[in-house]
């Protein structure tokens, strides 16, 4: 039927921008080097772009503290929260203000719609308590404005250090011991904010009999006049010889140690001297004050129960935003590791209590292998119904897909996160189709009538352009309802955003891969059979449906 | 294929199987849809994971001393030292945990009072244990509260899990606004017993702090001034006598920081022999203050102590005072518990108060209570999580709306006529009856709830577009064999239904196949299952309901056109 008209128009017009693609790149030697260099720019992207558990959601907001000592709630509440809260209610893009009055200090915060810009939300923030600094009322202590930053907020890795079983560590030299590790881990490149909680600092503590006090007829102001009065620092200062030259000298603190202190004179009582150590225990411990401390248990190599509770410090590391947190954990990992011989001879044990690289890592890892799984078993499916060398072509025309939507990704500032290779589990279904199709009609077209006076390569051109339009329309369709994702908001709408970038991109990448790398490659794999069969296609087409019915 | 073939002329030629079909599938989807209320397919937006940590929350009433609060941990981790599973527990007094997603929204980076403490348990790896993080949360969860939470009255444990998607403040939030304070409070409370009493709502917490008993010292101003002190004088020596300060500080070469001189009165000479008003003013009639002239004023004589009650926080969101009601699920949805709670708190509210119930918004649920004495106003608004859910599905719902329309404009370009357009969004939508089913199927083969969640809908927008394309090119083929090859309608209509089946169900496999990986995971399962199951039903629609409905259409009607071109179109030879 359609034979005459083929042969009538050897020369075959090109209608679609399918056919173009095709003709372009199928004798273009550049095209192999493309492929390539498509793949080698995934897989640069697949290892270098950050990566992290679950996208980033653009949260902005911030808390002004505003003290105000010896106010009651509802003072608080009239003169601080409700102008700071009018006042901010002028600020564009705030959702919600929340304030809190409490005695003595009043605090509002406010919180940004989802996707607001976190700087100009900051700026924004500061800018408007500072202008209005001149109506803030009388007794009222300078506002304290902080905002929320995620990035900086949220450690990556947190390690908890401890004193190892049967080991007398002092809380102080444990301190002293983490203070040192965290100033090597703050040199780590990319970490950004390193905090320790549960440290004990060392201080002299000067704990006061009151009893002995009144016997002496002191009071505590005394004690503290006379300790200060001491514990000076000053600068050297200087002096001049005779020839002109420097002389330097300074006092030094008094106190060197913590005799020193308890040495202090306090008063005069009857002619004797009246030390500190008279009126008060003096020792050399920990800050007594500070009730925020950490306790640590934990199961040893070649112990299944958890071991008795031990007090702890934990240093918690944060990356700079848009960094690869896979990386800087492992880089902080290796500070740790250099430290171990030190950490055995005090008997320092520690325990890495949360990673989230490593984690970002086994969840991108995990999806990776699942990817791959897909693509293989998509393969096999594919052998069955076309033949192996038209699901290798197939095949190949995933990873370059994949690598040209994460490449896209990268260069756009977007992470690999759980939600991005969910985009491509989910695009995968979709995005073989177009090479399905194309290859489909090809193998059709090997296997019609009047092949015999063909070229292999203006019938690949002819089968490739043939299909065009209606699938260029089919994948439209899908993009399209792609689209309207990416407008939605909250939490949820940012939670899922790599979904509505990524499922276009790769289905926009398929269609090219399809009209490029198919011809192209059944140029080199595909031969015209000897003759034309038109039943073959038949017969599988009822095997493909046996295998639907049976389902 | 001649069977496929001759299996849709019959039917085409008979209006009683046409009919049929039309009305199987109705019946379809009603079917399904009824699937909502009778609560066979539960909705939920994000269902739970299961992670390798969980922390608890230990929150004493305010007011409560460190030692109090210790003593509750020390009690929670007795209970979860007999866990096999756990590897590893920190306990942070005082203090929150360092900040995760769940905290930042918690507010535990503003926990810096003696009463509170976080607990943070790292579990064994998930993939080689039995029992998710969600169950065992879930059994622990009772013998701990139950043992722990006497031991301080007014206690609060909450266990707090890694969220599987954003995070929020709870899974519900009641907040109480008004402007009697005293008033929200009251009702606050009723909210919570009402929460507590409610089947699958857990950890339930009043956010308002309690009030505690505290003394008030009256500085005397005439004692004062007559003794030659100050009041700040009094003030600065009370605190460093109780609190202590750091006086001075020495810098040291050995030590990585300063060494600070804290000076305080010691433990003996501090502690109160009992928390009253007579222990307090013999404590502070012994402690001496150095007037001007040298000469010591015991502090006791120039302060009164009264004995009061704290003030309350005072919380407002929006400019408007409340309260905030918070409480979790436990492994259900937030959905159904909201709807019991609420049914009887509007019962309970009934008598007290006029009740106006909000418009249709994303803040449906709330209502405004009017005194019906006092004629005073009050809000009871839910947000939390209920209020994101219903955020998203109606953003989701709205983006599925766009998605039809642009494919419905897509379509007329494509076809120039409505009718043809309004059959394939008419299949695709179809699809749904699939999605439900799927669910309702897949909540057979796991032990938890399978919940519809936002990412069955997002699967199911993506699916719209999928089965679109199927009727697309059924009907494309359709056409072009009519306008081609001469074809009668009907026979056309059978022919391309058969030629379709196999990409049609090729396609299909491959989606089926791609997502079947994603049913397994405990947040995109919901989309792996709304493509798989959504798939099959797009199959069966674009096969069977689409024909049935193009031979009904008018503007299918076409005829030989002598300017087709046949090499734009398929193959048919092969199935003659």
């Not at chain 1, 902080?146 to 809380?171: E, L, M, Q, R, S």
């Not at chain 1, 248990?297 to 007090?311: G, I, M």
């Not at chain 2, 955020?391 to 120039?416: C, E, H, N, P, Q």
Request: aromatic residues 8%; contains cysteine.
């Amino acid at each position: 039927m359609e034979n005459n008209k083929e042969q009538v128009s050897k020369e075959y017009k090109i209608i679609n921008v399918a056919g173009t693609l095709a003709k372009g790149f199928l004798k273009n030697p550049l095209t192999a080097v493309l492929g390539a260099f498509l793949l080698l720019m995934g897989y640069l992207a697949l290892n270098t772009m950050p990566r992290e558990e679950d996208p980033q959601i653009a949260i902005s907001g911030g808390a002004v503290v505003v003290a105000m000592p010896g106010a009651t709630p509802k003072e608080i509440e009239n003169i601080i929260v409700k102008p700071l809260e009018r006042k901010l209610r002028e600020v564009h893009g705030i959702e919600h203000i929340y304030g809190m009055a409490m005695d003595n200090v009043g605090i509002v915060n406010v919180m940004y719609y989802i996707g607001e810009n976190r700087e100009d939300s900051n700026l924004k923030l500061y800018d408007k308590v500072m202008q209005n600094m001149d109506s803030m009322p009388k007794g009222v202590m300078q506002p304290l404005i902080k905002p929320f930053d995620i990035d900086i907020d949220i450690p990556i890795i947190t390690v908890a250090f401890y004193p190892k079983a049967g080991k007398n560590v002092g809380d102080v030299k444990l301190f002293e011991m983490v203070r040192e590790v965290q100033q090597h881990i703050n040199a780590v490149e990319y970490v950004a904010k390193t905090t320790l909680k549960g440290a004990r600092r060392a201080q002299y503590n000067i704990e006061v009999d009151m009893g002995k006090l009144s016997a002496y007829h002191l009071s505590l102001g005394q004690i503290m006049q006379a300790v200060q009065s001491v514990a000076v620092d000053v600068p050297d200062v200087k002096g001049k010889t005779n020839d002109g030259r420097l002389v330097i000298f300074g006092v030094k603190n008094a106190i060197e140690s913590v005799e020193d202190v308890g040495s202090v004179i306090v008063a005069q009582y009857m002619g004797s001297p009246i030390y500190l150590r008279d009126v008060a225990s003096v020792t050399h411990g920990i800050d007594i004050q500070n009730f925020q401390t950490a306790k640590i248990l934990s199961k040893s190599e070649h112990n299944s129960t958890l071991s008795d509770e031990a007090s702890q410090i934990t240093m918690t590391v944060a990356k700079l935003a848009g960094t690869n947190a896979v990386f800087v954990a492992e880089d902080v990992v290796k500070v740790l590791e250099e430290y171990q011989r030190e950490f055995d001879e005090l008997g320092i044990g520690y325990l890495i209590t949360r990673n989230y690289g490593e984690r970002a890592n086994e969840a991108v890892n995990e999806l990776m292998s699942h990817l791959i799984i897909t693509i293989v078993i998509i393969a096999l499916m594919l052998v069955f119904a076309l033949g192996w060398r038209e699901s290798l072509i197939v095949t190949f025309s995933v990873p370059a897909i994949l690598a040209v939507t994460l490449f896209t990704a990268w260069m756009t500032g977007q992470t690999m996160n759980r939600i991005t290779l969910f985009a491509l589990l989910l695009s995968l279904g979709l995005l073989v189709d177009a090479a399905i199709i194309v290859i489909e009609n090809i193998h059709r077209h090997l296997h019609a009538h009047g092949v015999e006076d063909k070229e292999m390569e203006a019938l690949l051109i002819e089968a490739t352009d043939e299909i065009g339009a209606p699938t260029n329309i089919a994948t439209l369709a899908i993009i399209l309802t792609m689209v309207p994702m990416a407008f939605v908001g909250g939490m949820m709408g940012s939670f899922m955003k790599p979904i509505p970038y990524n499922v276009p991109v790769a289905l926009i990448a398929s269609l090219f891969v399809a009209y490029i790398f198919t011809p192209y490659l059944s140029l080199k794999l595909l031969k015209k059979p000897e003759h034309g069969d038109n039943h073959h296609k038949e017969s599988e087409m009822k095997k493909e449906e046996k295998k639907e019915g049976s389902k | 294929m001649k069977n496929l073939e001759s299996f849709i002329y019959n039917i085409l030629n008979s209006k009683m199987k046409k009919k049929l079909v039309i009305v199987l599938t109705a019946a379809a989807f009603f079917l399904s849809l009824m699937m909502f209320p009778t609560k066979m397919v539960l909705a939920k937006m994000l269902p739970g994971k299961s992670a390798n940590t969980f922390s608890i929350y230990v929150d004493t009433p305010a007011g409560s001393s460190i030692d109090q609060t210790k003593k509750v941990s020390a009690c929670v981790i007795g209970f979860l030292k007999k866990e096999q599973e756990i590897m590893n527990i920190e306990l942070f007094l005082g203090q929150g945990i360092p900040l995760d997603y769940a905290g930042l929204v918690k507010g535990a980076s503003m926990k810096r009072t003696e009463n509170v403490s976080e607990i943070s348990v790292n579990l064994t790896d998930k993939h080689h244990r039995a029992e998710p993080s969600f169950l065992m949360v879930q059994r622990m969860r009772p013998a701990i509260q139950e043992a722990c939470v006497p031991l301080v009255r007014g206690t609060n444990i909450k266990f707090i899990e890694q969220p599987s998607g954003p995070p929020t403040l709870a899974s519900i939030v009641v907040e109480v606004h008004g402007e009697n304070l005293s008033k929200i409070r009251e009702l606050a409370v009723d909210v919570a017993d009402t929460l507590s009493n409610t089947e699958g709502l857990v950890d339930i917490d009043i956010m308002a702090d309690e009030n505690f008993e505290k003394f008030e010292l009256i500085p005397d101003k005439e004692k004062v001034a007559r003794s030659g002190l100050s009041v700040k004088q009094v003030n600065n020596i009370l605190y460093l006598a109780f609190e202590g300060m750091v006086i001075a500080h020495k810098n040291s070469k050995n030590s990585p920081d300063q060494i600070n001189m804290f000076l305080v009165l010691d433990n003996d000479s501090k502690k109160l022999s009992k928390s009253n008003v007579d222990s307090l003013q013999s404590k502070l009639s012994s402690l001496n203050l150095m007037n001007m002239r040298g000469m010591m004023v015991p502090l006791s004589e120039v302060v009164n102590i009264r004995k009061v009650m704290s003030n309350y926080m005072i919380m407002h969101k929006d400019l408007s005072r409340m309260t905030n009601v918070i409480a979790e699920t436990d492994m259900v949805s937030q959905v159904y518990p909201l709807l019991e709670a609420r049914d009887v708190l509007l019962e309970k509210f009934e008598k007290d108060y006029i009740i106006e119930k909000a418009g249709f918004s994303t803040y449906m649920f709330d209502f405004t209570l009017i005194d019906r004495k006092t004629q005073e106003k009050f809000l009871i608004r839910w947000d939390g999580e209920m209020k994101v859910t219903l955020d998203t599905f109606r953003d989701l719902g709205g983006a599925f709306i766009s998605a039809l329309i642009l494919i419905f404009l897509l379509l007329v370009i494509y076809y120039k006529s409505f009718a043809i357009s309004g059959i394939v969004l008419l299949g695709s939508f179809l699809s749904l009856i699939g999605v439900i089913v799927g669910h309702w199927v897949a909540n057979w083969f796991t032990t938890e709830t399978f919940f519809l969640t936002a990412t069955s809908l997002i699967g199911f927008i993506a699916l719209i577009g999928i089965s679109s394309r199927n009727s697309l090119l059924l009907i494309d083929f359709a056409k072009s064999l009519m306008e081609c090859e001469g074809i009668k309608k009907r026979r056309a209509i059978a022919v391309a239904a058969a030629t379709r089946a196999k990409p049609i169900a090729l396609t299909a496999v491959a989606i089926i196949l791609g997502s079947a990986l994603l049913a397994g995971d405990p947040v995109f399962g919901g989309l792996g299952v709304a493509l798989i199951s959504g798939t099959v039903a797009a199959v069966f629609v674009s096969l069977l309901f689409v024909p049935v409905l193009m031979d009904n259409a008018k503007a299918m009607d076409f005829d030989k056109n002598p300017h087709c071109d046949v090499e734009d179109k398929n193959n048919i030879s092969i199935t003659k």
